[in-house]
């Protein structure tokens, strides 16, 4: 089952507008990362925060993470038509005493010109 | 230049014939995986391996085997494919799941 499910599904906006995607999980992780997928195209990591973090940046993107509600959320400032993709999020998972990385469903962000 | 590589990236094939799809990584990393992405399902995991020898299920192993002889190459093996196999398909490799994933461009596989 998944670990990680994005919400929304689907998110349209125009160019220079903000985009929030957001992803909960069910388990204790170790870290949570976000992934970008263009059409069809292997995954991009784009950042990772971890469990003792609350909130990380990098360039556009802001993350931040509640371990108490099991959420996290991918803010994409001044958004471009570029970034029009999939995004994921993903956590580790143990597993039979090993650990893995499982992903969420996705949002699928449209911006438009 | 750090990169994982697939092949076949386009395959169409016959259900029973046995394929394989090679993946490769030529980072050094010890932990590598197979996902296979369907509409509406995102990624789920088929197999990993957290090093030579040592591999593990996902969430979707069946009808899959993996096998990891050198730490470079995780191939994906379908020995008896069927049509609900059809899918696009996923190789990455990292040093471990607390870390970057990098991904391959992808294998799209119909099985007809």
């Known amino acids: 089952s998944q670990q990680g499910e994005e919400d929304p599904q689907a998110l349209s906006i125009q160019e220079g507008e903000n985009a929030t995607m957001n992803c909960s999980y069910k388990?204790?992780?170790?870290?949570l990362q976000w992934y970008r997928q263009n059409s069809g195209r292997g995954l991009v990591h784009l950042i990772l925060?971890?469990?003792?973090?609350r909130e990380k940046h990098s360039g556009r993107l802001r993350v931040t993470l509640d371990t108490s509600k099991k959420s996290s959320s991918l803010l994409i400032t001044a958004s471009r038509a570029a970034d029009t993709a999939s995004y994921f999020c993903?956590?580790?998972?143990?597993?039979?005493?090993?650990?893995?990385?499982?992903f969420g469903t996705g949002t699928r962000l449209l911006v438009s010109p | 230049e750090a990169q994982v590589t697939q092949n076949p990236r386009y395959l169409i094939t016959v259900t029973g014939k046995k394929l394989t799809v090679t993946c490769s990584q030529n980072?050094?990393?010890?932990?590598m995986s197979w996902y296979r992405q369907d509409p509406g399902l995102g990624l789920r995991q088929i197999y990993y391996?957290?090093?030579?020898?040592?591999?593990d299920k996902g969430d979707v192993p069946e009808g899959y085997k993996v096998s990891r002889k050198e730490k470079r190459n995780f191939p994906l093996i379908l020995e008896s494919p069927s049509p609900n196999q059809t899918s696009l398909y996923f190789c990455?490799?990292?040093?471990?799941?607390?870390?970057?994933?990098?991904f391959g461009p992808g294998t799209r596989l119909t099985v007809t």
């Open positions: 990455a490799s990292s040093w471990d799941p607390d870390y970057e994933q990098y």
């Open positions: 388990t204790s992780i170790n870290n």
């Open positions: 925060i971890r469990s003792n973090e």
């Open positions: 993903a956590t580790d998972v143990m597993n039979t005493g090993f650990q893995k990385l499982v």
């Open positions: 980072m050094n990393h010890e932990y």
């Open positions: 391996s957290m090093n030579v020898e040592v591999t």
